[in-house]
């Protein structure tokens, strides 16, 4: 019998690798825990008391959201994925899990988190959740990551939406607040992937994926890197003078900010050899410092604000007893 014929007549189901670990990276854990972060300032940051198991669940539900998004974008650039070496080892270019059982798991985990979160929160912060999945998918994975090196700009804003989401589930309304978290987020986006982008630009080229390096070469990439910077820094300053975060935050932001710029400037300066790789890994290991430190500045002051109460009842009788010791 030939191989053909064999193949013809071999209708065998195929028996799945996966393993546990596998369906887990689907679900993008490094981008999760951002997602997860970034909505979890918003929720604590909005005014009001949130029951703690409504804020639970919302921000469950915003990271399994966040995890379908990633399982449907792997789904989708299973393709691009086995051409890259950043990329190569997830479950779908090992063939530990197909394209069809991905999308299976995505969709059933998109449908259950949006359905939980509006069924059991509020039904605005449900439909954001769903608009936040949709334009991650459609949008930017099978639209502007392809065709457009503009890919990173317009899609950054589906990872900067997780903030606003868990604002309208703990509030069912939206705010300034976290419009200027989500403005943030959005303009962070382009110099953090850039920098990544152009020590990673050979992987790119190789996928035949219009990153901006690939497509208007690294020197206008790097001017877009300083230009966004510049931006950035300028809209993670502004909620300070326009009176929605404190002087703290302000502190903070200016100094987050000089170190952004400075890389970023140099970034801009070195072109060639190790000391242009060496500018582009900082910028792109600070940023992700530097979007943290200014979530978690505006997360310390809420829980500050919390305990000082607390601490101010307290000190008196703390006082009373250490005299009484002392004598």
């Keep these: 019998m ?8 071999d209708v065998r189901p195929r028996i799945s690798e996966a393993e546990v670990g596998d369906y887990l990276a689907l679900l993008k854990p490094r981008v999760m825990s951002l997602v997860i ?21 919302s921000i469950l539900c915003i990271a399994v959201g966040a995890g379908a998004s990633g399982a449907l974008n792997m789904a989708f650039e299973g393709d691009i994925d086995a051409l890259m070496s950043r990329t190569a080892n997830r479950p779908i270019p090992r063939g530990r ?3 069809q059982e991905a999308m299976t798991f995505g969709l059933i985990l998109a449908f259950f988190s ?46 900067a939406l997780p903030p606003v989401v868990a604002w309208a589930a703990a509030t069912g309304s939206l705010s300034v607040e976290p419009w200027l978290l989500f403005l943030i987020i959005f303009f962070w986006t382009p110099p953090h992937f850039w920098a990544l982008a152009l020590f990673r630009s050979d992987d790119y080229a190789r996928a035949g994926v219009p990153m901006l390096p690939v497509v208007a070469g690294p020197d206008a990439t790097r001017l877009q890197i300083l230009l966004y910077t510049l931006v ?24 987050l900010g000089a170190g952004m710029m400075w890389l970023a400037v140099d970034v801009y300066r070195y072109r060639e050899g190790k000391a242009a790789l060496r500018a582009t890994r900082r910028l792109f290991a600070f940023s992700i410092v530097y979007l943290f430190a200014l979530f978690a500045t505006l997360l310390l002051d809420v829980v500050v604000r919390a305990v000082a109460p607390v601490i101010r009842a307290v000190a008196p009788a703390i006082r009373a007893a250490v005299a009484s010791v002392t004598g």
Excluded: C
Excluded at 38 to 50: E, K, N, Q, R, S
């Design 232 to 255: 950035l820094v300028a809209v993670a300053l502004a909620p300070w003078p326009l009176g929605y975060f404190d002087a703290v935050y302000g502190v903070i932001s200016l100094v």
């Design 114 to 159: 949006v359905m939980t979160l509006g069924i059991l929160v509020n039904w605005l912060a449900g439909a954001l959740l769903a608009f936040t999945i949709f334009f991650y998918v459609v949008v930017y994975t099978l639209w502007l990551k392809r065709w457009t090196a503009q890919n990173i700009v317009i899609g950054g804003a589906a990872g």
């Design 97 to 99: 899990i197909t394209q």
């Design 37 to 57: 972060f970034t909505a979890l300032v918003g929720l604590v940051i909005a005014p009001g008391h949130v029951h703690p198991v409504l804020g639970f669940t």
């Design 2 to 9: 030939s191989v053909v014929e064999h193949n013809a007549i």
